[in-house]
């Protein structure tokens, strides 16, 4: 019997994919119909601005737990087709991208989709294993921060930005802090709990492992508990209002962003 290693990602297995490219020419022109105000509903261009550049965060965070897999030991990370940041390649393309987006638009939260499929056996030490859980959600913080600069440092845009355009920023900004904030709770089946498992015990491992696939349902729950969400949502406007960004402005981003509600205006 011949044994068949997998080979180190080629060429081809780190070309971005054009599904990618895609994605980021409309949130190119989407940010721009926003700031000119070109597009006759204005509202309709904040909506693709924001669903694409949300988009484009899943697909960094993936890349993100991938790129950091495959230097951590799962060489099989490139035949997969998650280095061309393809969400079309992922395991779960439904609760990567699809989910997440509906979750937006239900509720203008940030939740976490995943997922990518990491053969861990390859992986080599407990901190490499951490390390490739907290590279996603590290990912989205790095995004919120940077969505948040201009508001922090006001001169890097002009005096004259549209005010449509700082709302539709302030409401992505909101969607990365939450996403950061969601996936690191050590819940079952968020990468939050992928941090702490390889420091935990066999037996607690296997105890935990049947609740897994209900730990992002159990978060999504909770949140529409009015008390929780409450106290959650206080929590990310704290974090907007140290980083400069206006009262209420991720608010009129989101009522914005749901062009099909007038009444949202």
Known sequence: MTTVHPMRPS??????????????????????????????????AVFLFVVSTWIVSLCLHEYAHARTALHGGDISIG????????????????????????FVIMG??????????????????????????????????????????????????????????????????LLQVTASILNLLPVPGLDGYGVIEPWLSRNVRRQVEPFAPFGLIAVFGLLWI??????????????????????????????LFRFWDNAAL
């Open 108 to 173: 203008g939260i940030g939740l976490p989709g995943g997922a990518v499929f990491i053969e861990r056996h390859r992986i080599r030490g407990r901190w490499r294993h951490s390390l490739i859980s907290a590279a996603g959600p590290l990912t989205n913080v790095v995004f919120a921060v940077v969505l948040m600069l201009p508001f922090l440092f006001p001169g890097m845009l002009p005096d004259s930005t549209p005010g449509e355009f700082l709302a539709a920023l302030a409401f992505l900004a």
């Open 226 to 255: 009015p008390e929780v969400n409450i106290a959650f949502f206080d929590f990310i406007d704290a974090i907007l209002r140290a980083f400069g960004v206006p009262e209420n402005l991720a608010d009129f981003g989101y009522r």
């Open 11 to 44: 060429r081809s297995d780190r070309r971005v994919s054009p599904v990618f490219l895609g994605i980021v020419a409309v949130m190119l022109v989407s940010g721009w119909a926003v700031w000119t105000g070109f597009a006759d509903n204005r509202r309709f």
């Open 79 to 102: 035949a997969k087709g998650y280095l061309t940041l393809n969400p079309l390649k992922y395991t779960h393309a439904l609760l990567s991208i699809v989910l997440p987006v509906v």
